[in-house]
T-cell receptor, first 114, second 112 residues
Framework: DQQVKQNSPSLSVQEGRISILNCDYT??????FLWYKKYPAEGPTFLIS?????DKNEDGRFTVFLNKSAKHLSLHIVPSQPGDSAVYFC?????????????FGTGTRLQVTL | EAQVTQNPRYLITVTGKKLTVTCSQN?????MSWYRQDPGLGLRQIYY???????DKGDVPEGYKVSRKEKRNFPLILESPSPNQTSLYFC???????????FGPGTRLLVL
């Protein structure tokens, strides 16, 4: 049962345009959401996060939007650059009583073309 | 430099031959975790540890063991590897469970 879903395995965007990566979740207990970026042969690196008490968080070219009623979050990258080409993982956190646990989506491969 | 290190980075082994993948972090983090990444399945948690001598199962713990004798180290042990454990493994650490986790570079394992 995939509690965090990224339905688009890949996305291609032209340099300078907006990239929008989507993520849906099913568990209403999730209260913190993160995006990680992964280059080949490297571990995932943290990109941006958002708490469930907010609906938007911005960091430079990266903005994450959270729609709790729809259980949907999205990552916007504006403008997209070739160096943004990577796999992006959405992750959600919930407190289990003893620890918080991260649940990851399957990832979206973003390719930014010239 | 703050980092999570894993060794080895690449490993080819045969079914049934015990192996250990080491993980070490230099950030004094309490929380450490192991994940495996498989095509179409994303990152799935194998085991995690809240602190020294405190470990617990994640989503896919079968066939794996861990130990946390020191705060900085969290080795992953495969007592009798099988081909379905062929995967890309990541170790991660954080100061608080669920907060931003820092990942190691990964260990690619092939079990023949």
């Amino acid at each position: 049962d995939q509690q965090v879903k990224q339905n688009s395995p890949s996305l291609s965007v032209q340099e300078g345009r907006i990239s929008i990566l989507n993520c849906d979740y099913t568990n209403s207990m999730f209260d913190y959401f993160l995006w990680y970026k992964k280059y080949p042969a490297e571990g995932p690196t943290f990109l941006i996060s958002i708490s469930s008490i907010k609906d938007k968080n911005e960091d430079g070219r990266f903005t994450v939007f959270l729609n709790k009623s729809a259980k949907h979050l999205s990552l916007h990258i504006v403008p997209s650059q070739p160096g943004d080409s990577a796999v992006y993982f959405c992750a959600a956190s919930s407190f289990t009583g003893t620890a918080s646990k991260l649940t990851f989506g399957t990832g979206t491969r973003l390719q930014v073309t010239l | 430099e703050a980092q999570v290190t894993q060794n080895p980075r690449y490993l080819i082994t045969v079914t049934g031959k015990k192996l250990t993948v080491t993980c070490s972090q230099n950030m004094n983090h309490e929380y450490m975790s192991w994940y495996r990444q498989d095509p179409g399945l994303g990152l799935r948690q194998i085991y995690y540890s809240m602190n020294v001598e405190v470990t617990d199962k994640g989503d896919v713990p079968e066939g794996y063991k861990v130990s946390r004798k020191e705060k900085r180290n969290f080795p992953l042990i495969l007592e009798s590897p099988s081909p379905n454990q062929t995967s890309l493994y990541f170790c991660a650490s954080s100061s608080l469970a669920g907060e931003t986790q820092y990942f190691g570079p990964g260990t690619r394992l092939l079990v023949l």
